[in-house]
């Protein structure tokens, strides 16, 4: 059995500085890890945690070691990837004491566990909302699993290759979602994708592989299915995910009660 907590989107910013002038995302964060050590002694054993990016809102290296601080709480072995608010070069000078870290491109790794494999593919364009799967990030996946062999696949990656229904995320989506897909066609292991990004406990699949998309810990996208939805964000609900493998994937989501919008970006 292997046990993953899943935390996503936590934009830190240092205060006094508040994410659209609202949010205390270092605060917020902070509340979450104190969250979840309180639920340690009711989902103890964890093997590992995985943040699916957007760790920092503008990519600046004292948030990073800000969020560094908080993780490190935990005593857990933690995982980052990149999401669209990151910058590469800062997360890995932050970052690189951690063995998954590589010491230059894309921000992704594999790390085995007893009996799954965890894959985390960087799917940053920097500068760019939107995300991307290119042939490049194929050729890593295809490799990774390969060598996974018959284990099962927790494979992360920040852009969530579904479409939400919320417009304005939607439209910062990822590209590359078919080959992708090809590229898990190609494999008969059992694959559960995770992501961030949407800031909304979220259920898709991308060619019968399930897509559970985590939510943030810093604020929430409605559901909206308007096409002139408000672009905004609520203040909740916040939450982490637990994914669980014991003979067959379990994901469920764990989350802080209360939350008021929406509130414009
Ligand atoms: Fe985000």
Redesign the pocket.
Known sequence: MSRILQIS?P?IVIPPQKVSNKLETLHLFEQMIDQILGDMEKISPVDAVIIT??IADTGDIQSYQAFKRQIERLGIPYFVIP???DLRAPMRQCFQNLDSMPGSGKINWVHDLQDIRIIGLDSLIEGQGGGLFDEDSASYLNAALTGAGQKPVLLAIHHPPIKSGIWFMDEIGLEGCELLAETLGQFTNEIRVIS??L?AGIVGTINGNVVVVGP?TCSAFALDYRPDAPVGFMTGPRGYAVHDWDNGFCSDYNYIAGANGPHGF
Do not use: A, F, I
């Open positions: 989107d934009h990016g957007d999401g669209n608010h961030g990004h800031h943030s």
